[in-house]
């Protein structure tokens, strides 16, 4: 298995909503990431994750909580999310933090109303 | 202060017209750079990583080399197919290896 996967595809809530992003590789990578992108503009990091354990963390707003259960899954828990949060998330994963041919996701495209 | 510039920031080509792409960077002690095609609404694919000055790497219609202040991807003959969003990113021997992406360039390729 050489992808990495991401559900939901689409997601619209509001913004008093709890919701969250899942993501899952089967590559045996152990270093997997969180992005968000705007359009037309390049992929901003969020989150590093390096063994499980979270080892970057981009001055991003606590509305956003990252997980990782373990090293195939990836969480991002969103809640109390402003309509400027509204973007393409992106998921990606690398064999470790250090090898970084990174292998993305198709992405969630999230809408907050 | 670690930089990732790319230019043209678009480009038209006419089918089997060659061009060239180009990524200029400015980090304080380069690792690794990577090549990504990224499609409208999709994740990024990855495409090359070139590590030290001198390096080339093809696929396909593509070649990519690399300097020591700039790489290009050459595209030799493109199709419509080749059409997206083409990005490059960098990682730095910063404190934590980040990875920097530059802004992308965007290829049309006309029939």
């Known amino acids: 298995d050489t992808e990495v996967t991401q559900t939901p595809k689409h997601l619209v809530m509001g913004m008093t909503n709890k919701k969250s992003l899942k993501c899952e590789q089967h590559?045996?990578?152990?270093?997997m990431y969180w992005y968000k992108q705007k359009a037309k503009k390049p992929p901003e990091l969020m989150f590093v994750?390096?063994?499980?354990?979270?080892?970057i963390n981009e001055s991003v707003p606590s509305r956003f909580s990252p997980e990782c259960p373990n090293s195939s899954l990836l969480n991002l828990h969103l809640h109390a999310l402003q309509p400027e949060d509204s973007a393409l998330y992106l998921c990606?994963?690398?064999?470790?933090?250090?090898?970084?041919?990174?292998?993305f996701g198709p992405g969630t495209r999230l809408t907050v109303l | 202060e670690d930089q990732v510039t790319q230019s043209p920031e678009a480009l038209r080509l006419q089918e089997g017209e060659s061009s060239s792409l180009n990524c200029s960077y400015t980090?304080?002690?380069?690792?690794?750079l990577f090549w990504y095609r990224q499609d409208p609404g999709k994740g990024p694919e990855f495409l090359f990583t070139?590590?030290?000055a001198g390096e080339e790497k093809e696929k396909e219609r593509l070649k990519a080399t690399l300097t020591k202040k700039e790489s290009f991807l050459h595209i030799t003959a493109p199709k419509p197919e080749d059409s997206a969003t083409y990005l490059c990113?960098?990682?730095?021997?910063?404190?934590?290896?980040?990875?920097?992406f530059g802004p992308g360039t965007s290829l049309s390729v006309i029939p």
């Open positions: 990113a960098v990682q730095a021997r910063t404190s934590y290896d980040k990875v920097i």
């Open positions: 990606a994963s690398s064999l470790a933090e250090t090898y970084n041919e990174q292998f």
């Open positions: 994750y390096s063994y499980e354990k979270l080892s």
């Open positions: 070139l590590y030290s």
């Open positions: 980090v304080s002690g380069l690792r690794g």
């Open positions: 590559m045996g990578h152990r270093a």
